[in-house]
């Protein structure tokens, strides 16, 4: 009677839950994986070779991205779930965009330094502008595509005295002092690599090398001429449009204190609408 009171207890327990010993079995995997999708996309301005590791690397796991063989046509490859392969290709339109020319203008000129050690004014920069267009400074214009080095050089070779010296019975007419003139490189080396930011900034990486002879002070006849080298090497941000103030270096001499200055403007010259900022 025991036995049969346990069994009849065991069935009823399981007539209340009947979906007890189903639950306890575990549904097999599909063994089948899901189908991969294959793709591809036109790249019409970059570098497929640089989308397909830049964006293959942002889906690295979830998809595959392959940039075509040269000369079998401008092209990246992509195989990914059917979920997936539209972001990539999104993706790839987004950055595949033709790339924007960004102006320059750097203004090198000499000017009288702040009395007190002030910084320049907005009126220092204008009398810098002024020298230029007095032959006093220089002005280098240059235009290149974000992400791509420009260079230029302007100068030549310049002579002068570089000693005195008495010439004494030798020289013609007797006496006298003899000079001996040197010619020396001058002028000045941009470089420069424009990036273009948020709200059309430019972020540029500048290098200036500047050679020029320094003449002596005035009333110096003891003194002789000097090369001088000034290099400039900087990242600048730029409101597109505006002016920066790259260098400032002062001088002390007899005439007074001077301040050499390197003033950078840029400009974005594009086609389609500037980067929205975060």
């Not at 009126?123 to 400074?137: F, H, I, N, P, R």
Request: with cysteine.
């Amino acid at each position: 009677m025991k036995r049969l009171a346990a069994l009849t207890l065991l069935c009823g327990i399981l007539a209340l839950n009947p979906s007890t010993a189903q639950d306890r079995k575990t549904t097999p995997p599909d063994p089948t994986p899901p189908k991969q999708q294959r793709s591809h996309y036109t790249v019409r301005h970059g570098d497929p070779l640089t989308l397909a590791e830049v964006v293959g690397a942002h889906f690295k796991g979830e998809a595959t991205l392959i940039a075509a063989p040269a000369g079998s046509g401008n092209a990246v490859l992509i195989s990914g779930s059917p979920v997936i392969v539209p972001e990539v290709v999104k993706m790839l339109e987004q950055l595949d965009k033709k790339p924007r020319t960004v102006e320059v203008e750097i203004t090198i000129a000499e000017l009288p330094a702040p009395k007190d050690g002030k910084d320049l004014s907005p009126a220092d920069l204008a009398t810098a502008a002024g020298q230029v267009k007095e032959g006093k400074g220089q002005r280098i214009k240059l235009t290149a595509v974000e992400g791509q080095q420009v260079t230029t050089q302007i100068g030549g070779n310049k002579p002068y005295v570089s000693g005195r010296a008495d010439a004494g019975g030798f020289a013609k007419g007797g006496g006298g002092i003899q000079r001996s003139i040197t010619y020396h490189p001058v002028g000045t080396t941009v470089k420069m690599t424009p990036r273009i930011g948020a709200d059309n900034a430019v972020v540029l990486e500048l290098n200036v090398s500047d050679s020029k002879v320094k003449l002596p002070d005035a009333g110096d006849d003891v003194g002789a001429p000097t090369m001088e080298n000034n290099t400039l090497t900087t990242k600048l941000h730029i409101q597109t449009g505006r002016s920066v103030v790259a260098q400032s270096v002062r001088t002390e001499g007899k005439a007074g204190a001077t301040v050499s200055v390197v003033i950078v403007t840029a400009k974005v010259v594009d086609d389609h609408p500037p980067i929205s900022g975060p």
